[in-house]
């Protein structure tokens, strides 16, 4: 089981690493606009905001849905290959992918965190950062055309798929929409505070995410070296997530509220020396906070707070990383240029005031 798991993640996160690593740059390349960018990186996302209020209105998320989700992600990424210098095509593939993507991973995240302990959750994710990273250190080296990087996005969606299609055997969680689960019971409003900032968390990653490697390149930085600085944070990451059972064992709460607060300092760091190498590692090394610590923190806590644990998993990738993400990439396509950095690092405060309101709201119940 552990194996099937890890390779999943290894293999579904090495497809979002030539996603966000060098699309943008293959864009670019095609004479894509900055905004024309953004605007391509808000769809996917935004379609994992809409998919958890289909599922708790509309349909179920069963094993059958979560194998299409898999094949309709292979498709996609068969579409992006051969419309690429197609606006107006590429857009709606990537409104496929962004809602295959947006499905597999939370069925797949509900299986890890039902059947292994913390620590084992931590040291099989892990697996996930190292196919990020081993596809950003060799695609950095090895590209040279930009077809190539639509290739590899397409050999990654096919492994992606067929581990996929072998973990499912290991979900033992009951359909959620059964007699003994009312879906309708599930609160946003609940825990409102908690949510915008998870929304305003990952909306101050938009520009990381989508404009990090121009924004090297345009301060004087190689394509091969900020292949290096993702490379780098990731390793980070890893680092983290191999030894983070010890922090997951304390206040989740306050964990997310330092990942948070680090995750401004993150963004100053970067608005204030782009072009200073040592110190843009520096900032990455971070990523072991701000990402593995932050995600594996806020992923444990809402499934410990609510009771249909798939949904909730949905929401935290459709709110975070679908809502927050696609607005986050809107805003930094619009807004890219010198105060790019300094503006995520303000969205990230606002984030941290959010999380503050949340703790003290959830003390005053208990």
């Known amino acids: 089981m552990k194996i099937t798991l890890a390779l999943f993640y290894f293999f579904y996160f090495a497809l979002i690493g030539v996603y966000i690593i060098f699309m943008p740059k293959v864009l670019t390349d095609f004479n894509y606009s900055k905004f024309e960018v953004g605007l391509i990186y808000s769809s996917a996302p ?32 068969l579409i992006f290959l051969v419309t690429v210098d197609n606006f107006t095509l590429y857009i709606i593939a990537s409104l496929i992918f962004g809602a295959s993507m947006g499905i597999s991973l939370p069925f797949v995240e509900t299986i890890s965190l039902a059947r292994l302990s913390k620590k084992e959750y931590g040291r099989v994710r892990l697996w996930g950062s190292l196919g990020f990273i081993s596809i950003a250190l060799w695609l950095g080296k090895i590209l040279s055309t930009s077809y190539e990087t639509l290739y590899y996005l397409l050999f990654m969606a096919l492994f992606t798929l067929i581990f996929g299609f072998l973990a499912v055997r290991f979900d033992n969680q009951k359909d959620e929409l059964d007699s003994s689960s009312d879906d309708k019971s599930f609160s946003l409003i609940k825990y409102w505070a908690f949510w915008i900032s998870l929304f305003l968390m990952q909306l101050s990653f938009g520009g990381f995410y989508n404009f990090f490697t121009i924004y090297e390149i345009e301060h004087g930085v ?31 709460l306050n964990i997310i509220k330092i990942s948070i607060f680090v995750t401004m300092i993150r963004w100053l760091l970067l608005y204030q020396y782009a072009d200073n190498i040592t110190i843009t590692f520096i900032s990455q090394s971070l990523h072991a906070i701000t990402f593995a610590l932050y995600h594996t923190a806020t992923i444990t806590y809402i499934f410990s707070l609510y009771r249909e644990k798939k949904l909730a998993q949905q929401f935290v990738l459709g709110i975070g990383f679908g809502l927050g993400g696609s607005l986050g990439a809107l805003l930094s396509g619009e807004i890219y240029g010198e105060y790019l ?26």
């Not at 969205?347 to 941290?352: G, K, N, W, Y």
């Not at 309101?357 to 119940?365: E, P, Q, S, W």
């Open 341 to 366: 950095f300094l503006i995520e690092a303000i969205v990230a405060l606002l984030s941290f005031i959010m999380i503050l309101i949340h703790n003290r709201r959830v003390n005053l119940k208990s």
């Open 222 to 252: 190689s394509l091969e070296m900020a292949s290096w600085m993702w490379s780098f944070g990731v390793i980070c990451e890893i680092f983290m997530l191999y030894f983070q059972g010890y922090f997951l064992e304390k206040n989740l």
């Open 46 to 77: 935004f379609m994992r905001f809409l998919l958890p209020f289909i599922f708790k209105y509309l349909i179920k998320l069963t094993k059958r849905v979560y194998i299409i989700s898999l094949v309709l992600t292979f498709i996609s990424t």
